[in-house]
């Protein structure tokens, strides 16, 4: 066992346009993906006019063995199929009126890009990025889906990396097109009652049972939050109560296991949708974490989940049955000193830190028995793990540089007592949201980060990088490389599929992803040493 | 837990980098070069924070998500 797992990120971003509190979510949100559109196009001159391609989609499959009725699903669940502007959405990316899509903006889009089925009035609603990402308008958030990457660190930085795709996006609607500010923030809640998610991918063997697995991970997702929340002000759905609070998801759950992801949020979530060899392979959708600026806390939370899926593929998974594991994760969530109890069904009642230390110790001695442990970057996860919890345990400030809760919370602590305030007063409100900020200069996490107070695996230029390369390791290489090598000729693309156009074919030929470790760089670098020559690189690709 | 000061972690700067294992990024030199107070830090946050905290938190609306 090692860290190493096929595994992607995604993001939903809230989006604010300061000026206009009343502008259409789902068109600022376009605005963004197309701002990046034409930073590519000006970069580039082109930009690769790549649908996204819902053919493999299968957003009703449920995990357990059944699929879900299409009329009992909520509407949001129906993610295979291309969202579309309503008339009205429509109606505003061509009208000069304040707070929407200037008429200069609307043509521009209309001569940049061609029409098809994914572009919405000429507003593209989706993007495939050279960096193998997936960037597009998702109801009403824009969201990075992160290239798949087969080590958590590289989870990290190409998940950071969307944060510079997002904030440069949005400093170019600004300041190219003049269209004001449009804030960005990586958090998940408004503090009034909705919630957007930090979903988290990881591939694993089919031929697990997925109850055993589910059993084995409610208590671990329950948790794991002491180490990789986000913290928040303010507790319930509305913030009703006053307070700070580890997680910024725990009180939009409620349900320990179900398909859903905009209602009766479940624990763990039951999509059966590969994304990959059906047969071989399930993709394990995560949907309790919270997103982190924080790269340590991002890196914990997918290393620790990679490890403990080791466990349960293994057999060697502890028990640890929660008695109300939605009430648990709430109760954890609440106290920031993170010394709360729970209750488990064999009547045990421990901490956080208690559960984790159990999940951490047959991590540990699974690592030990199969030499795993020399292995630096599992050693590196097991190691900061096992120290994490240590220093929860004795003080939770000793972690305030590594776990993005603590570092928040110590941040507003002291502010709260320096001006004598309430847990309800809006400053603190305003710091809590201020937090996730993408701007260099007003995001709170940026503001300790470049005074070295919050560590860091990546740099700023490896971080930039990400941003325009693609992960070298997985199929997300193919993907990056041939949209930036051939933009007239990748017509269609999606995790598992790319489709191109070819000079004298009248067919579009669409050829496989479905191995998710074929197409990295050693795989195919040889092909793009075709250069121009479309056909030949295509008919070197397997066949769907 | 204590109310102690925010004091910067040390930054592990001094290892070797190991293959495969993400090393932490050397901290910026103006970063070292200035240990803030505490009062520092906050009096930043005091600049940088938007104005009309109230509205603005009030103002931060989002339409429901996944």
Same mark, same amino acid.
């Given at each position: 066992m090692t860290v190493k797992r096929f595994a992607g990120l995604e993001t939903e971003f809230g989006i604010l346009a300061p000026q206009d509190l009343n502008a259409n979510a789902t068109v600022l949100s376009a605005r963004l993906i197309n701002a990046h559109a034409d930073l590519v196009a000006r970069e580039r001159h082109h930009v690769a006019a790549t649908s996204w391609d819902y053919t493999d989609e299968r957003p009703l499959h449920d995990a357990r063995g059944f699929e879900m009725d299409r009329d009992a699903a909520d509407p949001s669940q129906l993610t295979d199929t291309p969202r579309e502007l309503t008339a009205e959405e429509i109606a505003l990316t061509t009208d000069a009126q304040p707070g929407k899509i200037f008429a200069e903006e609307a043509s521009m889009l209309a001569a940049m890009y061609r029409e098809d089925a994914n572009d919405v009035g000429h507003v593209r609603m989706n993007m495939v990025l050279g960096n193998g990402a997936r960037f597009y308008v998702d109801h009403a958030h824009p969201e990075y889906s992160s290239p798949e990457t087969l080590w958590p660190a590289d989870a990290v930085l190409w998940d950071q990396a969307g944060d510079v795709i997002a904030r440069r996006a949005a400093d170019h609607v600004r300041d190219a097109w003049g269209l004001g500010e449009l804030l960005l923030y990586k958090n998940n809640t408004d503090g009034k009652g909705q919630s957007y998610g930090a979903h988290e991918n990881y591939l694993m063997p089919r031929e697990v049972d997925f109850e055993k697995a589910a059993a084995a991970l409610i208590s671990f997702f329950a948790t794991r939050q002491v180490f990789c929340g986000s913290g928040r002000v303010g507790l319930g759905t509305r913030s009703g109560t006053p307070g700070f609070q580890i997680s910024q998801r725990a009180d939009f759950f409620e349900a /320990? #296991?179900?398909?859903? &992801? &905009? @209602? +009766? +949020?479940? #624990? @763990?979530? &039951? +999509?059966? /949708?590969?994304?990959?060899?059906w047969e071989k392979f399930r993709r394990l959708h995560v949907i309790i974490g919270d997103a982190n600026m924080g790269q340590v806390s991002t890196y914990l939370r997918i290393g620790t989940t990679s490890l403990v899926l080791s466990l349960i593929e293994s057999g060697r998974a502890p028990e640890i049955a929660l008695m109300d594991p939605v009430e648990a994760l709430q109760q954890v969530s609440h106290d920031p000193q993170a010394r709360a109890v729970v209750r488990l069904k064999d009547g045990r009642k421990l901490s956080a830190i208690d559960i984790q230390r159990i999940y951490y110790d047959a991590a540990a001695s699974l690592c030990a028995d199969t030499g795993a442990d020399t292995e630096p970057q599992t050693a590196d996860v097991l190691s900061r793990w096992g120290s994490t919890l240590d220093a929860l345990a004795r003080d939770p400030f000793e972690v305030a540089s590594t776990v993005d809760w603590v570092a928040k919370y110590q941040l507003l602590s002291a502010y709260r007592d320096r001006n004598g305030l309430q847990w309800d007063d809006p400053r603190l409100a305003m710091m809590d949201l201020q937090w996730s900020d993408l701007r260099k200069d007003k995001g709170l996490y940026f503001k300790l980060a470049e005074r070295g107070r919050m560590e860091r695996l990546f740099d700023d230029a490896a971080i930039e990088s990400a941003a325009v390369n693609p992960p070298e390791d997985t199929r997300a290489y193919l993907r990056g490389k041939a949209v930036t090598a051939f933009p007239d000729h990748v017509v269609g693309a999606s995790w598992d599929a790319l489709s191109f156009s070819v000079p004298g074919r009248a067919r579009i030929q669409r050829r496989s992803l479905i191995d998710p470790f074929w197409g990295s760089r050693a795989t195919v670098e040889s092909l793009f040493e075709l250069q121009e020559d479309i056909a030949a690189f295509v008919d070197a690709l397997p066949r769907t | 837990m204590s109310q102690e000061q925010i004091k910067p972690q040390p930054q592990k700067q001094d290892e070797e980098a190991v293959p495969g294992v993400p090393t932490p990024a050397p901290a910026s030199a103006s970063a070292q070069a200035q240990v803030q107070e505490v009062d520092d830090l906050l009096a930043e946050i005091d600049g940088v924070l938007e104005t009309n905290a109230e509205e603005f938190v009030r103002g931060f609306v989002q339409k429901g998500g996944q």
């Open positions: /320990e #296991i179900g398909l859903e &992801t &905009t @209602v +009766r +949020r479940p #624990i @763990v979530n &039951t +999509r059966d /949708e590969p994304h990959s060899n | -």
